[in-house]
Each structure stands twice: as C-alpha cells, then as structure tokens.
C-alpha cells in the first residue's frame, strides 16, 4: 500500500477514535487540523493563516482577487500570510471524500532549521502569499509518522517536535516553497510584509495608520504598497475591514453579542456602517446570518 493509500485508511478510521474532523487537534507543542468533505462546497469567504495544507484526496479552489489557486491530490498547499480569500472543495466521487491535513507555520522553528540549510543565491519572486507544491515521497512519509503520533500519546510526548522538524525541512526543499524560504530572510519582502499583516491582524480594531506601517516594516510607501499588494492581494485598509467583518462574522456564530456591541467592538463608528459593508461582503445582513447560523448553516474552521 503506497502512502497515499494509507494516509487516506488512517485519517478515515480515526472518526472511530473519537477525533474531530476539521478543528484543531493538539499534537505536542503544535496542532494540526484534519480536514473531511463529502461534498462540494460553495464559494466561502474565509481567513487563512500560514499554513501547510497537504491535499489527499479531492481538490481545494482558492480565489484572491481574481486569481484561481487549486491544489488537488499529490500536491501541497503553502500559505505564507494571513489573508482573506473565497475557497471551496469540490470532491469527484460521493465515496471518496476530501481530505486534507493542515499544519501551521512556525516561522521562527522554520527559520531555526533554515540556519542550518544552504538555499541558492537569494531568489527574485513573483508569487503571492499562496503556492503550491508537489508533495513528494518523503513528505507523505514523515507526514504518515506524525498524525500517527494522535494514537500514541508516549510517542506524541518525545517524537512530535522532531517530527514536526522534519515536515518543515521536507517543505523548505520543495520548488514550490520559495516564498516560504524568502520569509525566512529577515530583510526581505516577503518578512517585511508578514510584520506589517501581524501588526494590522494584532490591531484591526484601531485606526490603521500606512506611515506606521511603513516605519514598522521599513519601506518606502510606495514599495510597501507594491509588494503588499503583490503578496496578499489586496490593500491593507482593505484587508483590516476583511478582518473586521470575518471577526464579526465568527462572533455572531459563536456568542450571543448584539450586532451593535460587536460593531463598536471591531471598530466600526456605527450600526449601519457594519450592516452595509458585511451585506455588500457577505451577502446578507449580520442578522440574517445569525438566523442561518440558528438554523444549522455552519462551515468549519479550516476547509
């Protein structure tokens, strides 16, 4: 049985096992998310985080501004930035679902390992915050060791860090992973903007300043704007309200806040100023989506 094959039986019986199907599992000092669709999905708006997105079976579309991202079986997904995009998953066959396992990216633990590695004279790139890659032999392999690890907690306890090491390495390597190597270089673009998306994701509530961002980062205003644009695909006030109305949108799923509180909450002025750009981002007004929610209209955290 090739590792595919058996990525597929292991991730399928541990529904048996108790583990919850595209949430956060802890494993060691990290969490991974084990993904499961039996049918396609609409377009959603979601926020992605860095990470690594090992496709299994079926295929994952990313939209960004008009650019079409898909990554189907023997391929992996690399997110770099935070960024807000449209995806869905679209399954081929009824009996062989999507599944996927996702890992976070750990910059400073990537950087640790890339101190130790020689990369070619620093690559000029034209990619976005999304890439995707091959997945070879030796990353389905040590991927296979790692989620065996959920089944054996003494394991889990010595070998998930060392593992997890390996996955990084494996990744760092691949052709597809030169934004990924470029964000480890501490003067570049790709880190430059990965400070500014932190410090805008940390402070998206607060009135966003572009000259403090700049001075953050160290660029001038129009090469930030440039390369923020290129990487993320979007602006930052734009990404600031996207974070905004997703944080809204969470919320009203999960608590039981008033719309007006979570409005002031996030940084809106107003009510009406929230209702007006989430109906013209989402769809439906902030109510109408807290009556779907009621109704059993959920999406998961990671899909």
Known sequence: MNRTNELVDFICQLSKKSIEYNAKVPIGNSWLVLTKESRNTSLEFITYEPVICIIIQGEKEIIASGEVVRAGVGQTLIIT???NVKARIQVSETDRPYLAIVIPIDVQKLRDIALEMSFREQERYNQSAISVGTTSSELEDVVLRYVRLLQRPQEMDILATSILREIYFRVLIDEGASMLRELLIADSHA???HRAVTHIKSNYHSDLSIDELT???????SSFHAHFRKITKTTPKKMQSDL???KVRERLRNSGETVSNLAYEVGYNSL???????KAKFGRSPLQDRTREQLGYTNAVWK
Do not use: F, P, Q
Request: no cysteine; aromatic share 4%; charged share 25%.
């Open 244 to 246: 905004r109305l997703m």
């Open 191 to 193: 880190n430059k903007i």
């Open 215 to 221: 001075k953050l980062v160290g660029m001038s205003t």
């Open 272 to 278: 009406a100023h929230l209702s007006k750009e989430y």
């Open 81 to 83: 930035h935070d960024i």
